[in-house]
């Protein structure tokens, strides 16, 4: 687990692990400030999340630059064992990090304001990046396919969306060709891809406006085709199930992000929760261990 601790005016992220069933949380003393990931194959802590560390655990990726303010861009690949951190790629656009494949890196733009858009691959070695897709809003790499969100404009009642409008609608991207097929459709919803289940399927939230206040419900569904869709969590409030952190034998782990102490657990259709702290903002870093 990790969770913010706050020094003057900032936060930084401690680590340690969580005990079950008691639910108590230790602070592990070897784990650097800002750790979110704990890389079980190197027993290391890791300052990225899931996503940017490789399948083997023996690498992960991060980027620097800031798209707000027109700086350039740059990726790193460091090797977990040695720490040995090499710059693969200097340059205007500035990435961030899809996923971290086994057969490579998944990029998209660091957006300023509003959804990222496009899709790279990158050899972790260094060369030049492949574009896959221009147009994908929101990517996200899963089941050796491409995701992203548009909106369905026969939709009746749109709901809000912020900068962009909402997008309502999930597509499936061939990662070879670019080219797009509609997956999933929900009505009035601003929807993102969370992440997947062990066998690639998406799993999505959708967010549905219930009153001009503000007010609406959260659902996540896994979707197992285009015609089928299961829904796994549907609520209201801000103490929700609104990260996908870790797989493991037990099933799909979720956290709260920064809106809350709970941690979730989706198994066999069923979504409770397994943890309830006083914490703001703790973080699922990785699956049980033992």
Not at 61 to 74: C, I, P, V
Not at 93 to 104: K, N
Request: charged share 15%.
């Amino acid at each position: 687990m990790s969770w913010p601790v706050k020094s003057g005016q900032t936060y930084t992220y401690t680590a340690g692990f969580i005990s079950f069933p008691t639910g108590a949380l230790t602070v592990d003393p070897a784990a650097p400030a800002g750790s979110v990931f704990y890389d079980r194959a190197l027993s290391k802590w890791l300052p990225v999340y899931r996503a940017a560390v490789s399948p083997d655990g023996k690498r992960y990726a991060y980027s620097e630059g800031n798209a707000f303010l027109g700086t350039g861009g740059k990726l790193h690949v460091v090797d977990v064992a040695t720490g040995a951190d090499r710059v693969i790629y200097s340059g205007d656009r500035v990435y961030a990090v899809v996923d971290f494949a086994a057969d490579g890196l998944y990029l998209t733009t660091a957006a300023p304001e509003g959804r990222p858009r496009g899709l790279w691959w990158q050899d972790p070695t260094g060369g030049a990046a492949t574009l896959i897709s221009s147009s994908i809003a929101s990517p996200a790499v899963g089941g050796g396919v491409g995701w992203g969100a548009d909106f369905n404009t026969a939709d009746p009642s749109p709901g809000p969306g912020g900068l962009e409008g909402p997008m309502n609608r999930l597509l499936r991207f061939d990662l070879r060709t670019g080219t797009s097929t509609p997956w999933f459709y929900k009505p009035g919803s601003n929807l993102y891809v969370m992440g997947f289940d062990p066998v690639g399927h998406p799993l999505v939230s959708t967010y549905v406006e219930t009153d001009p206040n503000g007010r609406g419900t959260n659902e996540i569904w896994l979707v197992v085709s285009q015609t089928l869709a299961v829904a796994i969590f549907s609520g209201t409030g801000a103490d929700i199930p609104s990260r996908l952190a870790a797989l493991d034998g037990h099933g799909e782990w979720f956290d709260g992000g920064s809106q809350g102490g709970t941690v979730w657990l989706s198994s066999a259709g069923s979504m409770q929760v397994v943890v309830s702290a006083s914490i703001d903002g703790l973080l699922v870093a990785g699956g049980c261990i033992a």
